[in-house]
Every structure is written in structure tokens, then in C-alpha cells.
């Protein structure tokens, strides 16, 4: 039968645009002050539900950054992470043998790879200058 609908959620939403307009990779916390503008009844618990159902939807990813939080990308195709060890800045990397790299790993691996995750560390051009 498949799984039931989601029943549409305002709030979700504005957490999904939200994420989506973002390149900064932000924390929930971050998602939380700025919705609290057009929402100001949202509470963090909220934020961090509908975070998680975007991830397990596929609609999201979330990963560990360099200062202790949760940070949360709105682009769930594949692609890599630069974590500047200075500012704690999360950049998105543009590696085009991506796809290539995952074709390997998929062709040479007897089991079945849902998603992987790598990161490059070091100081951003920010940092360096």
C-alpha cells in the first residue's frame, strides 16, 4: 500500500524554503531564530522534527560540523564538505568525478551503499587571508 501521506505542515515548509535558500550549511538553532521572525509561537523541538523528517525524507542532510552542532544542508544531491578548522565555516566543494568515485565504490562492494559522507578539513580562504 505504501506509506500514508504526510499531512502538509506550514511550518515544515517554511523549515524546508528556509534550508533551501541557504548555502551556509546553518544549525537548527540557526533555523530556529529565523523562522521565530514569521513564526514566533515555533519552538526548537519543532525545528528539530521537521530537520529530521527532511533528512529522512532524503529532501535534507545533516552532518557534524567543527563546533559541536548538528549542521543541515537543503541540497541532498551528492557532494563534499570543506570544514574550516579557524572559523568553523562549512563550504560546498565542487568535485566533478563524484559520480564516478560512487560508481566505484557501488561496482567494487557486494552490498548495497545507501548514501556516504566525506570531509575535508582545513582553513578557508577567509581564514587565510
Do not use: W
Amino acid at each position: 500500500m505504501g506509506e500514508p501521506a504526510l499531512k502538509h505542515s506550514r511550518q515544515r515548509e517554511a523549515v524546508r524554503s528556509f534550508l533551501m535558500s541557504r548555502k551556509d550549511h546553518p544549525t537548527a538553532e540557526t533555523v530556529y531564530e529565523n523562522l521565530r521572525k514569521d513564526f514566533p509561537r515555533i519552538s526548537l523541538g519543532t525545528v528539530y522534527r521537521n530537520l529530521s523528517l527532511l533528512v529522512e525524507l532524503g529532501e535534507a542532510i545533516k552532518f557534524p560540523g567543527n563546533d559541536g552542532h548538528e549542521h543541515f544542508d537543503g541540497n541532498p544531491e551528492p557532494h563534499y564538505h570543506f570544514i574550516c578548522n579557524s572559523c568553523s565555516a562549512v563550504i560546498d566543494l565542487d568535485i566533478p568525478y563524484i559520480k564516478e568515485f560512487s560508481g566505484s565504490a557501488i561496482k567494487n562492494f557486494g552490498g548495497k551503499i545507501e548514501r556516504h559522507a566525506t570531509y575535508f578539513y582545513g582553513i578557508c580562504e577567509k581564514c587565510c587571508k
